[in-house]
């Protein structure tokens, strides 16, 4: 069985400073990796993916993630929080079949 | 990207009233989820489909159906709404299974 579990419900930090938030994973098989966003009252966005090939992997609104098998990690980071990142993210598996697993979410807060 | 749609956005209806969510797709995408989620919640999986006359329920018990007559069109029906089914829902599709595209979502109050 495959699970994802997101550390930290809640994230915060100031406006400028580095964003990590993390994932660990746990999959039977090679997984196929999502960071996905959502604004309130929206709908989920992707951000960015791996599937295969490179382990770090650029997405949208300058986050990148960063694969690691020997961790079964795929934290989100981004060099610069904007007040516009505020939000909630999922991280979410897919280990090949038509289903993603989601963890449970974090809510990433920016101060002034 | 997926353009995907749903309606209403958002819905106010007394209990027993019968209603359906909509949700369509343009990107002609065989796969498509409906999921629940409550505010600040995670996501779960009440039902997918993937075809046309094709349709399973999902993770967690829901007392909706769901329908699959045409590609694009997937909607999602209460035929006696409660307060319990106030939530969030969301649809999503999916081209090859992987990675899923998600509409608005619609939100849904039972008074």
């Known amino acids: 069985a495959q699970s994802v579990t997101q550390l930290g419900s809640h994230v915060s930090v100031s406006e400028g400073a580095l964003v990590l938030l993390r994932c660990n994973y746990s999959?039977?098989?090679?997984?196929?990796l999502f960071w996905y966003v959502q604004y309130p009252n929206q709908g989920l966005q992707l951000l960015l993916k791996?599937?295969?090939?490179?382990?770090l992997v650029k997405g949208i609104n300058g986050f990148e993630a960063e694969f690691k098998k020997s961790e079964t990690s795929f934290h989100l980071t981004k060099p610069s929080a904007h007040m516009s990142d505020a939000a909630e993210y999922f991280c979410?598996?897919?280990?090949?079949?038509?289903?993603?697993?989601f963890g449970g979410g974090t809510r990433l807060m920016v101060k002034p | 990207e997926a353009d995907i749609y749903q309606t209403p956005r958002y819905l106010v209806i007394g209990t027993g009233k019968k209603i359906t969510l909509e949700c369509s797709q343009t990107?002609?995408?065989?796969?498509m989820y409906w999921y629940q989620q409550d505010p600040g919640m995670e996501l779960h999986l009440i039902h997918y489909?993937?075809?046309?006359?094709?349709?399973e329920k999902g993770d967690l018990s829901s007392e909706s159906t769901v329908s699959r007559i045409r590609t694009e069109h997937f909607p999602l029906t209460l035929e006696s709404a409660r307060p319990s089914h106030t939530s969030q829902y969301l649809c999503?599709?999916?081209?090859?299974?992987?990675?899923?595209?998600f509409g608005p979502g619609t939100r849904l109050t039972v008074t």
């Open positions: 999503a599709s999916s081209p090859l299974g992987y990675e899923q595209y």
């Open positions: 979410a598996l897919n280990n090949a079949g038509n289903m993603l697993t």
């Open positions: 999959s039977s098989v090679p997984p196929y």
């Open positions: 791996y599937t295969t090939g490179a382990t």
């Open positions: 990107m002609g995408h065989d796969k």
């Open positions: 489909s993937y075809g046309v006359n094709s349709t």
